[in-house]
């Protein structure tokens, strides 16, 4: 009996191994490493799922997308079917009223909401991250400020009108104020932490948006300007316009998908992100280069536009979690798609004339953003 007794005992491992065969196969309790086994192959099975979830959803929303696009150069004033629409588009007869509704004003107002919501979305997704304020929005860090301050400089001061010849004035401000509000950040032993870059963007926004008010109440011409720009509208703008704003758009997005990846790292915190090999000062100046582009050209070709910036990212992480990379690429769809919304309901929600688009976004944001208030746990980021 002692050899055999020995025998048991002298190999540790067979043990282990049969109680947990006879724990799969009888129904008895599984070992610590069955669970962790197990553990690991439901997050490894979970995972494409997750992934597959996501991308169904951004097809989905892209075909929403377009969907809402057609009926934004349908739908106004005077409805158009979409057989109109599909041939003023590929073939186009200058002769015919109805084409010319769609080419010269419903288009270009379609494309550049599009640009815009993208951009406002993107923005607002960048700042929230940048700053690990889930609150926070394309205004916090005074660019859109310093924008329409140089918006508004150009038109009282240098006579400017056109959307076209003030927007150099718009991305020069916002540069302007955004390197300010990051050297003011920068001071101290801890460098530019969020906290200090939010508290400097708030406090220079404020100064520069009570200059611009200064501006606006001293020229009753530049009164009349600014008071119709400053509420935000995509209408009233010509393909020829817009060549200008989409290519800085487009390199404020492509900057933006680029900086997904760190700023995931950044979201650990400093000190752990660079322990991951995150370089935080390259990304800091990308994420601030791309918001300078996407509020400035935003800015200078619609106007101050509220709530998009902070509203779309929220609801994106709803749906996709906290990983940037998909949020960003789901606020370049979604954002264009709740702008344009917006713009549609503005245009049919009066008999005899139209709400602006910052209008409707205010009144459709606002209780959103209380209901964000009033949630327990905020999306997280």
């Keep these: 009996m002692t050899p055999e007794v020995s025998g048991r005992t002298a190999s ?11 724990a799969s196969n009888t129904g008895a309790p ?20 997750r992934t597959g979830a996501r991308v169904a959803g951004l097809i989905v929303a892209g075909i929403l997308l377009v969907f809402v696009a057609v009926a934004s150069l349908a739908i106004g004033n005077r409805a158009i079917d979409p057989m109109t629409v599909l041939h003023a588009l590929t073939a186009y007869d200058d002769a015919n009223p109805l084409h010319l509704m769609v080419q010269q004003l419903r288009l270009p107002r379609t494309i550049l909401g599009i640009a815009v919501g993208a951009a406002l979305a993107v923005c607002g997704a960048l700042i929230q991250a940048f700053t690990r304020n889930p609150l926070a929005d394309p205004g916090i ?16 001061v240098l006579g400017l009108t056109t959307p076209g010849s003030y927007v150099p004035f718009a991305l020069g401000g916002a540069l302007v104020l955004t390197v300010l509000v990051y050297a003011l950040g920068s001071f101290g032993q801890s460098g530019a932490t969020p906290m200090k870059l939010t508290l400097a963007g708030v406090a220079l926004g404020a100064a520069f948006t009570g200059f611009t008010t200064a501006i606006v ?13 400053g509420v935000g509208s995509i209408g009233g703008r010509s393909l020829e316009q817009l060549a200008w704003a989409l290519p800085l758009i487009a ?9 997904a990846r760190s700023l995931n790292a950044l979201a650990l915190g400093d000190d752990l992100a660079q322990s991951l090999g995150a370089r935080i000062r390259v990304t800091r100046v990308v994420v601030i280069v791309a918001v300078t582009l996407l509020a400035g050209t935003s800015v200078a070709a619609a106007g101050p536009i509220a709530f998009v910036g902070i509203m779309i990212p929220h609801m994106v992480r709803w749906f996709t979690g906290p ?13 264009p798609i709740f702008l ?26 606002a209780p959103v953003l209380i209901a964000l208030v009033r949630r327990k746990q905020v999306s997280g980021l």
């Design 323 to 335: 990983d940037q990379r998909w949020v960003i690429g789901y606020s370049i769809v979604i954002g």
């Design 251 to 259: 390199a404020g997005l492509v900057l933006g998908m680029v900086s």
């Design 217 to 229: 109440l001293q020229n009753h011409s530049t009164l009349d300007i600014m008071r119709f720009w």
């Design 30 to 49: 599984h070992t610590g490493a069955a669970d962790a086994g197990a553990g690991r192959r439901r997050i490894s099975g979970d995972a494409p799922r």
């Design 141 to 156: 860090l005074g660019v859109n400020a310093g924008a329409s301050f140089a918006v508004t400089f150009a038109v009282g």
């Design 340 to 365: 344009l919304l917006a713009d549609i309901l503005g245009r049919v929600v009066l008999p005899n004339s139209e709400l602006r688009v910052g209008i409707v976004t205010g009144l459709l944001g």
């Design 12 to 22: 540790p491992a067979t043990p282990v191994t049969g109680v947990v065969a006879d």
